[in-house]
């Protein structure tokens, strides 16, 4: 993993709550996207973003995910009024223009 | 993007030779090959990247024939700590957006 950091790494929510997932890049990368992971499956797209600017959001559900990545400061995945379903990895990756790179991912459990 | 198929699950011995083959029979002319490894709770990890023919780093070897339908991954005398879940993904060049994740190969190396 070359530098991209995400916070928190565990992550416990109540349903009905929000969650806020945070990722910042490789110094220097301006590409952000996120991943989910539910157990014994692989990664899903879920979104991609450059600077001030959602790319790609197919992989989004259409209700209660936003995700955002400002100019300055970490890009941010929002899960609001969480049920049990998104209990997941969340993995974020930021890439250099061929490759891209992982963060150790936030595990989000919902009770 | 291409599609990727690649063995569910191998077995392996510490200090053996362990070829992992992936078929990709789509891949466009441009597209890269890039495989990951990913240990339990953790992010997918760069290992290697090619084009075509041979490509060699300290961690592992990609071997990709002319006619670029498959590739084969090559990890020198495994060890325990190789255990993981390899995937082998085609993409685009330049920073192209999403990445498929397949099943991936679970590799089981014992002692």
């Known amino acids: 993993n070359a530098g991209v950091m995400q916070n928190p790494r565990h992550l416990v929510r109540r349903r009905g709550q929000e969650a806020r997932l945070r990722c910042s890049p490789v110094?220097?990368?301006?590409?952000v996207y996120w991943y989910r992971q539910l157990p014994e499956e692989g990664l899903k797209f879920m979104v991609y973003?450059?600077?001030?600017?959602?790319?790609?959001e197919s992989g989004m559900p259409k209700e209660r995910f936003s995700a955002e990545f400002p100019k300055e400061g970490p890009s941010i995945l929002r899960i609001q009024q969480v049920v049990r379903g998104d209990s997941a990895a969340y993995f974020c990756?930021?890439?250099?223009?061929?490759?891209?790179?992982f963060g150790p991912g936030t595990r989000l459990t919902v009770l | 993007l291409a599609k990727t198929t690649q063995p569910i699950s191998m077995d392996s011995y510490e200090g053996q030779e362990v070829n992992i083959t992936c078929s990709h029979n789509?891949?466009?002319?441009?597209?890269?090959i890039t495989w990951y490894q990913q240990f339990p709770s953790q992010g997918p990890r760069f290992i290697i990247q090619?084009?075509?023919t041979k490509v060699t780093n300290e961690v592992a070897s990609l071997f990709i024939p002319a006619d670029r339908k498959s590739s084969t991954l090559s990890l020198p005398r495994v060890s325990l700590s190789d255990t993981a879940v390899y995937y082998c993904?085609?993409?685009?060049?330049?920073?192209?957006?999403?990445?498929?994740f397949g099943q991936g190969t679970t590799l089981q190396v014992k002692p």
């Open positions: 990756a930021s890439s250099s223009p061929d490759t891209q790179y």
């Open positions: 110094k220097g990368h301006s590409h």
């Open positions: 973003l450059q600077k001030e600017n959602i790319i790609d």
């Open positions: 789509n891949i466009a002319t441009n597209d890269y």
């Open positions: 090619g084009y075509k």
């Open positions: 993904l085609g993409h685009g060049s330049g920073n192209t957006g999403k990445l498929i």
